[in-house]
């Protein structure tokens, strides 16, 4: 008897690789086909993977597939994704493969509508009228439900249950409608101006083309990229093929619908984590078939099954949100790149304030790059100043200076909206003893607790923790003794009900606007001026578009750039740039006024002048001769666990058992700086090579060499963007 046929399974758990099976008789399968398959006492489904299973194995140990399903195969090039990744982020490959079965009852049989269709021919003579009225709704072939033809006859449903007893109709599944409408490629959006229309060319291009190439759009806040990136998802749909449009915050994204409503006649699809278990389904099964032709979504829209895709655009790029840190730890903007070389698609990075990476690619020529300098309709750049907090303190206990109070009052006098920003929820970021300085910690992991007003609670915003505020110092027993330290958004409310009582004010964080549709009616007030002051964290910071807003003070603009992140002045800029970009968006220009204790900083400086650029070559020139990323490579292993002393163990071995050699560095091990989070306590070593070495070769080595213990994990993260 000829052995059957032997192929390897990769299931969609962390397992280290893909499995063998036999394939039993009646069964043939291709790479890419979902099977059901044993494991253990269980049938998992799997995706039957490409190269060769192991002729070793003997038989005996060989389990036979249960069957194929009836779904859409996994496309080649998805599958070289899947792979890609898990080298790429050293996770299993299973454990990557589970993101794009997402929805695995989107792989079973989709369930079919019943319905009926002619059987046989009527013959007049032998019908009544109300049978008669009935048959002629269908033509030959065609199917409709019971009740629709019911209905559409004027006859009640046992007339169509009698047709089919006397064998004039048979039952068949109804034809699925299709789950979403086709945007119109030439469905008439707004006129583009000539820069604009130059930059959508270049792009629509780059998707004509049908081949890889990445294109960086950069252009001021307000100059429109969203329109022109619009012409080149049109260039796909007129290519017959898929465009995937990532976003960092999909829950805000209001009136990015709404203009891509305006501009392609109908809704795209939609990816993110809060979709119900039927959308998500359905949404898996229509970009599986090609049916959904434009997808926006969260990063894990990357993992989706698109046949056919011609373009991926990366939506605010230098966003951190693209980082995921959990599980696979992968960078979505980076694997975007690599999803769209796989699948012979373009993919446009776009910003205001692009990462240094992405600069730097556009800079060697690895990357296009499209640029538009202008606000469209002539609007003109917010003036920005920096506001001196040493030379106009803000009263005792309060936080917002004279200068800005005079600002905002002056705003609201010529009838515009203004908006303070300042990134922390809550009241206070930390409470603390008066008496004997004890602060109020989190028992899980080091850091403050931040105080929540409204809800009278101390929150941990890392574990959830929460404690309602003691009378009496847990240290000392002093009473009323415990003070709220610094500001957050709740707090700058307070200050600005006292200064303004008469203000309609809106507070925009992420415990305030829960939700796409609080968002959504979030903007819809403020763009029909039923808000005067918006109080808000950087949820408020991207995308916005509201025109009478003129005014962005800035409570605390040096925020961002304390601790040791290589990226941190980088980001501040990003940030506050983004939250400036805000400011006198139509005809009214804008001003931005920035809180800082430094003003003479280089970031609030770039700020001030407008010179990005030149701020991002500076950052550049540092980061060249220590090999600090884009110009070398890191990776970081985090190695927790809830015993301190096995974690320092563990630190300590992969301490003793780092790699060394020309290029090649390690720090640490170090108590990270979050040194207890959730209960675990962490350490944190970090590799940095020269560019031209791989990191992955020199990770699988180090971690071959060093036992961990059960009670012990190592997390690894290829290009950290968090170092906490
Ligand atoms: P960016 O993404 O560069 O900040 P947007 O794409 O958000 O800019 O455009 C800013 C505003 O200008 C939006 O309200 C947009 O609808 C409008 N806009 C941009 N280009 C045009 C155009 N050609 N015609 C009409 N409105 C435009
Ligand atoms: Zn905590």
């Given amino acids: 008897m000829n052995a059957r046929p032997r192929v390897r399974v990769l299931l969609p758990l962390p397992l280290a690789d893909a499995y063998d099976y036999r394939v039993p008789a009646g069964l043939e399968v291709v790479p890419g086909d979902i099977v059901l398959v044993p494991l253990g006492k269980r049938e998992e489904l799997g995706v039957v993977w490409d190269g060769a299973a192991d002729p070793a194995l003997p038989e005996r140990k060989l389990r036979d597939i249960v069957g194929r399903l009836d779904a859409p195969a996994m496309t080649g090039s998805l599958r070289r994704f899947v792979d890609w990744v898990a080298q790429y982020t050293l996770s299993p490959p299973g454990a990557v493969l589970r993101m794009a079965l997402s929805s695995p009852s989107a792989l079973e049989p989709q369930p079919l509508q019943p319905g009926w269709t002619l059987a046989e021919p009527p013959e007049a003579a032998r019908l009544t009228e109300s049978r008669r009225r009935v048959l002629v709704l269908l033509a030959p072939g065609a199917v409709m439900a019971g009740t629709a033809l019911a209905e559409a006859a004027g006859v009640s449903a046992g007339v169509v249950r009698g047709l089919a007893d006397a064998g004039f109709l048979r039952p068949a599944p109804l034809p699925r409608g299709r789950a979403f409408a086709y945007p119109a490629p030439d469905h008439p959006g707004p006129a583009l101006a000539e820069d604009q229309r130059a930059a959508a060319e ?63 006649g109908v809704a795209p699809a939609l990816w993110h984590s809060e979709l119900t278990s039927r959308t998500r389904r359905v949404t898996w099964r229509a970009v599986a078939e090609g049916e959904a032709k434009v997808l926006v979504g969260a990063r894990s829209a990357l993992f989706l099954p698109f046949p056919d895709l011609g373009l991926i655009v990366v939506d605010e790029e230098h966003e951190t949100a693209f980082k995921q840190e959990e599980g696979v730890v992968y960078h979505a903007r980076d694997m975007a790149v690599v999803r769209a070389r796989l699948a012979a698609a373009s993919c446009i990075l776009v910003s205001a304030t692009p990462s240094l990476e992405t600069l730097t690619n556009a800079e060697t020529g690895r990357y296009a790059h499209v640029h538009l300098a202008q606000r469209h309709g002539g609007a003109a750049m917010p003036d920005v100043a920096a506001l001196d907090l040493r030379r106009h303190p803000p009263e005792r206990g309060r936080f917002l200076s004279p200068p800005l109070i005079e600002a905002v009052a002056a705003t609201f006098a010529r009838g515009e909206q203004a908006m303070l920003f300042l990134n922390r929820r809550g009241y206070a970021p930390m409470t603390l003893c008066r008496t004997c300085g004890h602060r109020m910690q989190c028992p899980n992991c080091s850091t403050w607790l931040v105080e929540h007003r ?153 700020l001030v002048s407008g010179d990005l650029d030149g701020f991002m070559r500076a950052e550049s020139a540092q980061r060249r001769p220590g090999h600090w990323p884009p110009f070398g490579r890191l990776a970081a292993l985090i190695v927790s666990s809830e015993e301190e002393r096995a974690a320092d163990r563990t630190a300590r071995d992969l301490g003793a058992a780092a790699p060394h050699g020309d290029g090649v560095q390690v720090l640490g091990p170090a108590p990270a700086p979050l040194a207890l989070l959730r209960g675990r306590h962490r350490r944190r070593l970090l590799l940095k090579t020269r560019r031209d070495i791989a990191v992955q070769p020199l990770l699988r080595e180090w971690l071959a060499r060093v036992t961990v213990p059960n009670a012990v994990r190592v997390q690894v993260d290829v290009d950290p963007v968090g170092f906490l």
């Fill in 202 to 264: 270049t792009l629509r291009a780059s998707v004509a083309a049908r081949g890889f190439a990445v294109t960086l759009l950069t252009g001021v806040t307000g100059s429109g990229k969203t329109e022109v990136y619009f012409e080149a998802v049109a260039e796909a749909l007129r290519a017959g093929r898929q465009a995937l449009v990532l976003l960092p915050e999909i829950a805000l994204s209001a009136q990015w619908l709404d203009r891509f409503r305006a501009r392609f």
């Fill in 454 to 606: 409204a809800q009278r609670r101390l929150q941990c915003h890392h574990c959830g923790h929460s404690e309602a505020p003691p009378e009496t110092c847990p240290k000392c027993d002093a009473p009323h003794s415990l003070v709220p330290i610094g500001p957050g958004v709740e707090r700058v409310l307070e200050e600005a009900i006292a200064l303004w009582p008469d203000a309609r004010r809106l507070v925009m964080a992420s415990d305030t606007i829960p939700g796409p549709a609080a968002a959504a009616e979030a903007a819809r007030a403020i763009s029909a001026r039923e808000v005067d002051l918006l109080i808000g964290t950087q949820i408020m910071a991207k995308g916005w578009h509201f025109p009478h807003l003129t005014l962005v003070g800035v409570v605390d603009a040096d925020l961002g750039l304390a601790g040791g992140d290589l990226r941190a002045a980088e980001r501040t800029i990003q940030l506050l740039h983004q939250v400036a970009g805000r400011a006198g968006r139509e005809s009214a220009r804008g001003s931005v006024l920035l809180q800082s204790f430094s003003p003479e900083h280089p970031v609030m400086q770039a």
